[in-house]
């Protein structure tokens, strides 16, 4: 499907690899007066209804005739709900709420509308750390999160996010370990210890990004790289001597530490463990933390208070780099939407953009990426994971932003879970990935 659709160009896109698409105009149109709805397309997770419950409370105080309406389908579907409909130049949603790494297939098809006009006369970029601002909108970047002021942008942040780590206080002490290869060894301890807890527990799944963004991170901390993106080249740089390390010690070190049956988990599973007290050390995107200290939700304690005494929430260890995998997501037009709703859209990202309503946005449970609004006391204050997101900004590192990165991705998805799983043993998993991948971006489909 992926291939497919990356073959496909869309009104104004070449599918040549160049940026294409229609530029949205610098001033927003007169906005319509009738009753309308403004649609957004996200995957099932709690941050979709609460931007739902947050742009309904909030947007129609400005524009009292506008409904929000964000539709959600399975993570795994994400991405060919949106494509599908841009390959049919027809879209029920308005705003697609993409990836960093969808944006090149979407330029390159001409999906989405050039906001560079737009953003100039209404976004002030210097409230955003620039890597934010290129991951979540530029195309196309000849570095990976690196802000080129010369370069379009097709979207503007929603949704910041990265990983944070979630341990047990109560089992391996207050201070979180500081290395990655100590992050491993008190969880080994914590296991020997508690018979029933798992030491770890983490992404697996082979589905979205899941078992991928897990290897990467591995990947980064020990100082690998997934490619050279000046040459294009994969095999040979993901597949070196640090990318071969991480995945030994994703796979046989890492492995041997989570709960039996878990080589499928994502984000519920994660979460679950963490709730019921089953894992001493987890990872997770900040996102989709926040059920994690409702008493609700969690064994740990009646209160979020008894909750957070035996709950902590740190930034990633380090070892021999200190990388953190980029989360969240970028607001982007539909080219195929009505011009009254491309109006609307226009006028809603210049308002969700504005310093005040970032911060209400922070205090709603959203992860803002204006550096103002990240450093409030409205979202540091709004969780006990916050600190962590605004902590790790500026070491995060991206996947690749490419047009085949859906191919890329599946790849890669593929083979760790396989490793993991026991199918491939990690070198061949690694092999195969470099291999394979190489082949997507030299254009012979990695001999799949």
Not at 223 to 248: F, P, R
Not at 400 to 411: K, M
Request: charged residues 20%; glycine residues 10%; negative net charge.
């Amino acid at each position: 499907m992926a291939a497919a659709l990356a073959a496909c160009g869309g009104a104004d896109g070449g599918g040549d690899g160049e940026a294409g698409g229609t530029k949205a105009p610098a001033t927003i149109p007169e906005l319509s007066d009738e009753e309308q709805t403004l649609s957004f397309v996200w995957f099932e997770w709690p941050p979709a209804q609460a931007l739902e419950d947050f742009a309904n409370a909030e947007y129609t105080k400005e524009r009292p005739n506008v409904t929000v309406e964000v539709n959600t389908v399975p993570n795994a579907n994400w991405h060919d709900a949106m494509f599908t409909q841009f390959a049919a130049q027809q879209t029920d949603f308005d705003i697609a709420i993409l990836d960093s790494q969808h944006i090149g297939e979407a330029v390159t098809n001409g999906n989405i509308l050039d906001l560079t006009d737009f953003v100039n006369e209404n976004i002030d970029v210097d409230a955003y750390d620039p890597y934010l601002l290129a991951a979540y909108g530029q195309y196309p970047q000849a570095e990976t999160g690196q802000r080129d002021e010369n370069a379009s942008l097709y979207g503007l942040p929603l949704l910041g996010d990265t990983w944070t780590m979630i341990y047990r206080k109560d089992l391996i002490g207050d201070e979180p370990p500081e290395t990655w290869d100590e992050m491993i060894a008190a969880a080994q301890k914590c296991q020997d210890e508690n018979p029933s807890v798992s030491g770890l527990a983490f992404h697996q799944a082979n589905g979205s990004d899941a078992a991928a963004v897990t290897y990467n991170t591995v990947n980064g901390v020990y100082g690998g790289n997934l490619w050279d993106s000046a040459d294009k080249k994969i095999d040979g740089v993901i597949n070196d001597e640090a990318g071969q390390k991480a995945m030994d010690v994703l796979v046989n070190e890492m492995k041997p530490l989570t709960a039996r049956g878990s080589g499928n988990w994502f984000i519920d599973e994660v979460n679950a463990a963490v709730a019921q007290g089953k894992a001493c050390i987890a990872f997770q995107w900040i996102a989709a933390a926040g059920g994690l200290v409702d008493p609700a939700q969690s064994t740990l304690g009646t209160t979020e208070d008894e909750i957070l005494d035996k709950l902590g929430f740190a930034t990633l260890p380090t070892q021999e780099s200190d990388v953190v995998p980029l989360g969240g997501m970028g607001m982007h037009i539909s080219a195929y939407a009505p011009d009254d709703r491309q109006a609307e859209a226009l006028n809603f990202m210049r308002w969700f953009e504005q310093e005040d309503i970032q911060k209400k946005w922070a205090a709603a449970g959203g992860v803002p990426a204006r550096t103002d609004a990240i450093q409030s006391p409205e979202f540091l204050e709004a969780g006990p994971f916050n600190q962590v997101y605004a902590d790790s900004v500026a070491r995060m590192r991206d996947m690749w932003n490419v047009p085949e990165y859906a191919q890329l991705i599946d790849i890669e998805n593929t083979n760790v879970n396989a490793a993991l799983n026991g199918a491939k043993s990690p070198e061949d998993a690694l092999n195969d990935i470099a291999q394979q991948q190489q082949g997507v971006l030299d254009g012979d489909g990695g001999g799949l």
